[in-house]
């Protein structure tokens, strides 16, 4: 395979440091504007923040044993790692100003591929508008797919599938009667997936019920939820699915995926407080609630007041979501924050935590990276249950798309084992107009 040269973009570094190592023996090139813009980023206390240290780690390592200007080989086998400046002559004209960071990085992208006629030069970026303007320029880009743990979105594990049986398999299954399926159907799904035992012979005839393993019998799915002390029942079958994820002591981790209206946080809000605060189930001491704040290092600065004061205006969803399970009696989900029964917790400061003995939420879980995910989780610690909820189509996080991001990551990491379970959400229960608007808009 003929050897390619690479430019290497901020937007990779900051999503991955690792990145450096990633390109087999192939070279790489990072422009110096690249380091500059590596720099602004290392005292941010997020997942950017870390890797922007790594980076700077990694090529100080590398430093020690030559110049990177004349170019470094990490290791025997892999390529050379350069750091190069933008070249200002031989610049199409009207088509880069380089007093524009992006231009100066695709300036240096031009002067490799100058230099090095007879190979083949790509800009790597996670900057879709990097690419394009590259691609523009007369440039090959590519995105940085490392990170990606699915190639489609729409190929993400989705926790639900359709199985054909026999007509007396149904019948036996609603006689209470202990079903096991063949081996070859069970080694197709995954522990915790939810099946519908469909007829062979009559397409009408079915039944709803969770799958746990090869040679384990089938799950009912509980079809009736009576005794809530919240009220807050499941509204189709999803829904239900998820309660049933919720309540089961022997799946930890939990993952929900849906739509703007879906009903996946206040499913999620509701488990919890069912066994934490409710008249027959105690099982956790406390709730925690978070969710990813993108602008945190800046904007949050700036508004005045203590931490939860200065939180509240990105984690007002959770708290409506709190205050339609215990209706609108301000007073009482006040008295649960005083005493610590339900915590609000800026996701920043999970790090470094020990969670115990708890019942732990992370809503807007597609901003994070596959390494916040870890770090989140890593966090758990006995008696502890997490729930990541969100919407993969709606991402604001830059460093992350449909394919890469964290909650896409634990969902497909963790669909083969019998701790964890997923279920995707397909219907909107909050209005007609809402699941309208979620379908067209």
Request: proline share 3%; glycine share 6%.
């Amino acid at each position: 395979m003929a050897k390619k040269n690479y430019i290497i973009d901020t937007s990779v570094f900051l999503s991955d440091a690792d990145a450096l190592f990633a390109f087999e023996n192939n070279d790489i090139f990072i422009p110096l504007k690249v380091l500059e813009e590596i720099d602004k980023h290392k005292k941010r206390q997020d997942s950017v923040g870390f890797h922007a240290r790594k980076t700077i780690k990694h090529l100080d390592c590398l430093r020690e044993k030559g110049s990177l200007v004349k170019g470094i080989r990490p290791q025997q086998g892999k390529g050379i790692i350069k750091v190069v400046d933008h070249d200002f002559q031989g610049i199409p004209k009207n088509s880069l100003d380089l007093k524009i960071p992006d231009h100066m990085i695709l300036s240096a992208a031009l002067r490799v591929q100058k230099d090095w006629e007879k190979r083949k030069t790509i800009v790597v970026s996670r900057d879709i508008n990097m690419r394009v303007i590259a691609n523009s320029i007369g440039l090959v880009s590519e995105d940085y797919v490392t990170e990606k743990v699915i190639e489609d979105a729409d190929k993400l594990y989705d926790g639900f599938k359709e199985v054909l049986v026999d007509d007396q398999i149904i019948d036996q299954f609603y006689a209470d009667e202990k079903i096991v399926l063949d081996e070859d159907v069970g080694l197709q799904l995954y522990p915790n997936q939810f099946i519908m035992l469909q007829s062979s012979g009559n397409p009408k005839k079915t039944a709803l019920c969770r799958f746990k393993g090869v040679h384990l019998p089938l799950i009912p799915t509980a079809q009736k939820w009576g005794n809530l002390s919240w009220g807050i029942k499941p509204r189709n079958k999803e829904q239900g699915f998820a309660y049933d994820l919720l309540f089961d002591d022997s799946v930890p981790l939990v993952t929900l995926i849906g739509k703007a209206g879906s009903g996946k946080t206040l499913m999620a809000i509701a488990a919890g407080m069912e066994q934490t605060l409710g008249i027959q189930n105690n099982k956790y001491k406390k709730i925690v609630v978070s969710r990813p704040v993108q602008p945190l290092g800046k904007d949050i600065g700036y508004l005045p007041g203590s931490m939860h004061e200065k939180m509240m205006p990105w984690l007002m969803p959770i708290q409506d979501n709190l205050q339609m399970v215990v209706g609108h009696d301000k007073t009482m989900l006040r008295s649960y924050m005083d005493k610590g029964e339900i915590e609000l917790e800026a996701l920043t400061y999970i790090r470094g935590r020990s969670l115990s003995n708890a019942f732990v939420i992370i809503d807007e879980a597609q901003n994070l990276t596959a390494h916040e995910v870890k770090t989140i989780i890593t966090r758990i610690g006995d008696n502890a249950k997490v729930v990541l909820t969100g919407d993969i189509e709606q991402i604001d996080n830059i460093y992350t798309n449909e394919t890469s991001n964290g909650l896409a990551f634990a969902v497909e990491r963790f669909k083969t084992y019998d701790i964890s379970g997923h279920i995707t959400f397909k219907r909107g229960e909050r209005s007609k107009l809402a699941t309208l608007a979620a379908k067209i808009l």
